[in-house]
């Protein structure tokens, strides 16, 4: 699934490089190596605080902009990586994205998830972030009090957000083997997923009763790491 996402991030316009920023864990050891077997760049950080690991990462490899995307969506779309881009540069924001987590609304399925934010921006929040869901969820920081930052929300005109194409659960990932096989290769877009699921409904419910997660949904291990000279 992760050679799926990268490739797809890779199709991007807006995007120079993809980094898979995983944990220092031995358990993410495949990932390391799954990298180095297709060449992938791959920076290893906090296992909890994935704040900062996301924040060391652009600062190693020098990111003005930073687009994150969660390696659990292998349906997402590089059109629309290159939409939330181009919003983040026209209307001047710190932070542009085309969903925010719940309890706020979304119009795009879960698992097109894309948010950019200036590394500026990146960088205040790694500085200033404390609370737990803010550490774990890299961008909350940037979005969860208005008038902190210049932020843009993207909204698709018909809504779409009760789909659910991320991977989580079983069920979900039951469903995605199902969308790949009903095309003959990986360079559908999101568009075309809807059509599928509007001439084959029964997809929807593969995966339905899942429940998305949480603004608030932390793990219990997280915690403030000691932020080192940069």
Known sequence: MIVRVVERVKRSNSVDRVVIATTTDPADDPIKDLCKEYGFTCYRGSQFNVLDRYFRAAQLYKAGIIVRITAD??????????????????????????RLPP??????????????????????A???AERPEELEHVMPYLYTEKGRFRTAVIDYEVDYGHYRWTVDTQEDLELARQVYTHFDDDN??????????????????????VNPKDVKDVDDRVGTIPKESS
């Not at 969506?73 to 085309?98: S, T, Y």
């Not at 979304?106 to 934010?117: A, K």
């Not at 559908?188 to 009763?209: C, M």
Request: aromatic share 14%; net charge negative.
């Open 188 to 209: 559908f877009s999101w568009l075309d997923v809807i059509d599928l699921f509007e001439t084959h409904p029964e997809l929807y419910l593969i995966n339905a009763e």
């Open 103 to 124: 309890p706020w609304k979304r119009t795009y399925p879960i698992g097109l998830d894309t948010e950019v934010c200036t590394f500026q921006a990146l960088e205040c």
């Open 126 to 128: 790694w500085q200033e």
């Open 73 to 98: 969506c292998p349906m997402i779309d590089p059109r629309e990586i290159d939409h939330v881009v181009q919003v983040l540069f026209e209307k001047r924001v710190d932070f542009a994205a085309n």
